[in-house]
T-cell receptor, first 112, second 116 residues
Framework: SQKIEQNSEALNIQEGKTATLTCNYTNYSPAYLQWYRQDPGRGPVFLLLIRENEKEKRKERLKVTFDTTLKQSLFHITASQPADSATYLCALVNNAGNMLTFGGGTRLMVKP | GAVVSQHPSWVICKSGTSVKIECRSLDFQATTMFWYRQFPKQSLMLMATSNEGSKATYEQGVEKDKFLINHASLTLSTLTVTSAHPEDSSFYIC????????????FGPGTRLTVT
């Protein structure tokens, strides 16, 4: 069966460091992979999309890599700030449509 | 930027009653909207795809007669939880693609449903 796995344990890092979150998937051939941020009691907010033929995408302090051989995406936040503390969700989209399948999310805590 | 709103933001109802949740796309049209459910400390699970002017498509295991979806206009989809039970208590979130065919989605702020 299809699985999308994110580290369920919270990631605690110091302000200014780079946070790296992992998304692994099995039995899936996504055409796109997306990352969303979710704050408690709120809906997710879109951050970045990367296509299957792209290796890396950047947006300000954010960087996403996509390795279709390893079936893995890494999400980096450089120069992290306490305001970056949230749950980060990866989501896969196949070519058939625009339905998102979400991973379980990883909670990031950035300490000042 | 475009925004998706939901109403109400939270609701408490008694077991056996029905609750309607509205999802609106503000300043953009959405022929397709999606409804998700999220239990505490879990991820979003897609319940159904709402299509303007046609029947919704439900995911496996989601009872279509219990979760009624109506997409009556290009800016409004509604989810009605009928004969609610305590196990229906959850966080319900809707979303809509940025534009027709887009892969990125705008999400609403969510509706917290508590059934007593």
């Amino acid at each position: 069966s299809q699985k999308i796995e994110q580290n369920s344990e919270a990631l605690n890092i110091q302000e200014g460091k780079t946070a790296t979150l992992t998304c692994n998937y099995t039995n899936y051939s996504p055409a796109y992979l997306q990352w969303y941020r979710q704050d408690p009691g709120r809906g997710p907010v879109f951050l970045l999309l990367i296509r299957e033929n792209e290796k890396e995408k950047r947006k300000e302090r954010l960087k996403v890599t996509f390795d279709t051989t390893l079936k893995q995406s890494l999400f980096h936040i450089t120069a992290s700030q306490p305001a970056d503390s949230a749950t980060y969700l990866c989501a896969l989209v196949n070519n058939a449509g625009n339905m998102l399948t979400f991973g379980g999310g990883t909670r990031l805590m950035v300490k000042p | 930027g475009a925004v998706v709103s939901q109403h109400p933001s939270w609701v408490i109802c008694k077991s056996g009653t029905s609750v309607k949740i509205e999802c609106r796309s503000l300043d953009f049209q959405a022929t397709t909207m999606f409804w998700y459910r999220q239990f505490p400390k879990q991820s979003l699970m897609l319940m159904a795809t709402s299509n303007e002017g046609s029947k919704a498509t439900y995911e496996q295991g989601v009872e279509k007669d219990k979760f009624l979806i109506n997409h009556a206009s290009l800016t409004l989809s509604t989810l009605t939880v009928t004969s609610a039970h305590p196990e229906d208590s959850s966080f319900y979130i809707c979303s809509a693609p940025f534009k027709q065919g887009a892969r990125e989605q705008y999400f609403g702020p969510g509706t917290r449903l508590t059934v007593t």
